[in-house]
């Protein structure tokens, strides 16, 4: 069960990641930026939409009654950390390939 979790944890980040890099890399060099630039600028966009797209998500029905049932809110929550999890990914990855700055 841990393992097919993870499984899809790899492949949704990986979809994540080929769907910025195809956009950053035909949108940042017909901007003026380099490609290293392009794809940095573009992880770090996708990561904080991601992110605050899970943040909505997570958030989404405290306001309501609680007659959901426990399992809707689990899975609420659930879908909520992976998004998060995903779009804090996308952003250290943005981060490592930022040009200006040195992790090491």
């Known amino acids: 069960m841990i393992r097919a979790g993870l499984r899809r944890l790899v492949v949704a980040f990986g979809v994540a990641a080929l769907i910025t890099a195809a956009l950053s890399l035909v949108i940042g060099p017909a901007l003026g930026n380099s490609i290293q630039r392009s794809l940095s600028i573009g992880y770090m966009l996708a990561g904080s939409l991601v992110m605050m797209i899970g943040l909505g998500a997570g958030m989404r029905g405290f306001g309501r009654p609680s007659d959901?049932?426990?399992n809707v809110i689990h899975e609420r929550v659930g879908?909520?950390?992976?998004l998060i999890v995903i779009g804090a990914s996308l952003v250290f990855v943005g981060i490592g390939l930022d040009p200006r700055?040195?992790?090491f």
């Not at 879908?79 to 992976?82: C, M, P, R, W, Y």
């Open 101 to 103: 700055t040195a992790i």
């Open 68 to 70: 959901d049932a426990p």
């Open 79 to 82: 879908s909520s950390a992976l």
